[in-house]
């Protein structure tokens, strides 16, 4: 059970439970936001500041046209979502970082995430400069050649030709993540549903959960939605997080290595808690990074990671899972972010509804207009059969409080079809 508020001063205290809950139709659109990196010396926009983007061209004029942030922007308006509340972390630079002590060829880079190309890189080793060459794979798998030196920048693990043996040094630069995303969440967060972050890297996503934890506290409710990893294998794999409030994908780019998240909120903007995107496919991208085998697939799902198909028509999405493990009883029910994204809607419904009744005299009068304002609310998705039923109480507690119990009986989205054709027989009935 998760409380929201407090008795402590006048207001509403609001207990989240996990019961059987699942996505309605309320036919709304979802509000969603995007972290990324961005090229701001071809950009017109200001790192840490939240731009309402609502066109391709506004998208590429601000955030630098071919960014990670720009590109995503224009994927996810072409799915569906408008706007996309956007916001790039500043860059930072670091000037001769000390590699004389690694004692072997490979290291890893005290700031992450770096900048997205190569050109962002300089390392000397020895007096003798190295050729920087971007990798989303683990660096030390890598044979690099004469004066190379492999660099993930989600990870900032690379990997030399040779150690250094008397001096060695690094030049690059990395982007102020959590900054960026306490940016968004502070001026958007009562607005947004969903907050795309366009990086793998564990710091990263960790913050921005931390965001969205922190702000459900104050009714303002998110899920993150990030990669679970650039390169992953799912036999060993772990995840790391047990919560309704983050959402993992895998893979998370494309072939050429960009970036998928803008084109999965985009459909899932556009989607709202109207319907799930299990099964959907994505029609801004149409070749991954990986394909994932059948049983690849299963194990991602066990992780509770959502595995993205890598399919000619389209990528597809397989499942709609949160990070909510089986051993998480107080959660069990929002093992879905559409599970998560209707729990919330009724929250903030009460919530809202609860609140414009403090100060008013405790009568059974006000309790009764309570009751009838939040039943209004929850007859609206009964009529659109998205749910099957629900419950309203208000109770006297004491002479200053009452108590709210609202319950719902909502449908699960289509999982499986079990098909039968029997070749030679028909067989009709009558309706």
């Not at 998208?59 to 790039?88: H, I, K, M, Q």
Request: charged residues 25%; hydrophobic residues 35%.
């Amino acid at each position: 059970m998760v409380t929201i508020g407090s008795t402590t001063l006048p207001g509403v205290q609001s207990n989240v439970e996990s019961a059987s809950s699942a996505g309605v139709n309320v036919n709304a659109a979802a509000q969603v936001g995007l972290v990324g990196q961005a090229d701001l010396a071809n950009g017109t926009a200001e790192a840490n500041t939240v731009y309402s983007v609502t066109t391709p061209v506004k998208a590429r004029t601000w955030f630098g046209e071919g960014s990670p942030l720009a590109e995503n922007c224009v994927d996810a308006l072409t799915e569906g979502a408008y706007p996309v509340y956007a916001v790039a972390p500043e860059r930072v630079s670091v000037d001769g970082e000390d590699l004389s002590g690694l004692g072997s060829t490979s290291g890893v880079l005290e700031n992450t995430p770096g900048p997205e190309e190569a050109s962002a890189y300089s390392f000397s080793v020895d007096s003798t400069e190295k050729t920087a060459v971007v990798t989303m794979d683990d660096p030390s798998t890598k044979s690099p050649g004469t004066d190379e030196v492999y660099v993930n920048p989600v990870t900032g693990e690379f990997e030399l030709d040779a150690a250094p043996s008397t001096s060695g040094s690094a030049d690059y630069a990395y982007f102020d993540y959590p900054s960026a995303t306490e940016t968004l969440y502070s001026e958007e967060a009562d607005r947004l549903d969903l907050v795309g972050v366009l990086n793998e890297n564990g710091d990263v996503v960790s913050d921005a959960h931390d965001e969205a934890k922190e702000h459900e506290s104050r009714y303002e409710f998110t899920v993150v939605v990030a990669g679970a990893a650039p390169r992953l294998t799912t036999t060993g794999y772990t995840n790391p997080f047990d919560s309704s409030r983050v959402q993992l994908l895998y893979p998370s780019r494309n072939a050429d290595d960009e970036s998928i998240i803008g084109s999965y909120i985009g459909l899932r903007a556009v989607l709202g808690i109207n319907n799930s995107p299990m099964w959907k496919r994505l029609q801004t991208q149409r070749d991954l990074s990986e394909t994932l085998s059948k049983s690849e697939q299963l194990e991602l799902i066990g992780e509770k990671v959502v595995p993205v198909a890598d399919e000619s028509r389209g990528a597809r999405i397989v499942e709609d899972l949160t990070c909510v493990s089986d051993e998480n009883s107080e959660e069990d029910a929002m093992r879905q972010v559409l599970h998560r994204l209707i729990v919330d809607y009724v929250t903030e419904v009460v919530y809202r509804t609860s609140e414009r009744f403090i100060g008013e005299l405790h009568t059974q009068a006000a309790r009764n207009a309570l009751s009838t304002i939040i039943g209004g609310e929850m007859d609206r998705l009964l009529t659109q059969n998205s749910i099957l039923d629900y419950s309203v109480t208000v109770e006297k507690v004491d002479a200053m409080t009452a108590s709210v119990d609202v319950g719902i009986d909502t449908v699960d989205p289509l999982r499986n079809i079990l098909a039968t054709i029997a070749a030679g027989e028909v067989q009709r009935t009558l309706a």
